[in-house]
């Protein structure tokens, strides 16, 4: 059921979404502060093509200084601008009843748009093990 809601995602937004990502992400690594934002944002360009099956999770129970003066800074550039959005394309996905998951699988994606760092992405069948520290990927 994941691979065939993660195709009809793909063909739907999920492709676009990503390629957004990935673009944004090739322009923050043209400057070298901007790098965290860039690999976050390719990151997010995972996520977004194949989102079923998969979850974002903290990497830390507490999250670094950096990380967190990283994620002030990405909500006031960019991070509204595209939670905006995601909740903007969900909207219409809502509207038929095949729509409903891949709206979901959009607002899913709005903690990891606003604070992109210190942020990993999980398999849900491995999760249990993660928390367990048996996996760190």
């Known amino acids: 059921m994941k691979a065939l809601l993660n195709i009809i995602w793909l063909v739907f937004g999920g492709l676009w979404l990503a390629l957004g990502y990935f673009a944004a992400g090739i322009i ?6 901007t790098i965290p934002f860039g690999i976050a944002s390719f990151r997010m360009a995972s996520f977004a093509l194949w989102p079923f099956g998969r979850m974002i999770v903290d990497k830390h129970l507490k999250p670094s200084g950096w990380s967190v003066v990283g994620n002030v800074i990405w909500v006031l550039v960019a991070g509204i601008w595209i939670a ?7 909207i219409p996905m809502f509207i038929s009843i095949i729509g409903i998951p891949l709206g979901l699988a959009n ?3 709005i903690p990891v748009s606003l604070f992109p760092l210190g942020k990993q992405i999980v398999q849900t069948d491995r999760i249990e093990a993660f928390y367990e520290g048996k996996i760190t990927k």
């Not at 923050?28 to 502060?33: A, S, T």
């Open 107 to 109: 607002l899913k994606m």
């Open 28 to 33: 923050c690594m043209i400057f070298i502060v």
């Open 84 to 90: 905006v959005g995601h909740v903007l394309t969900a």
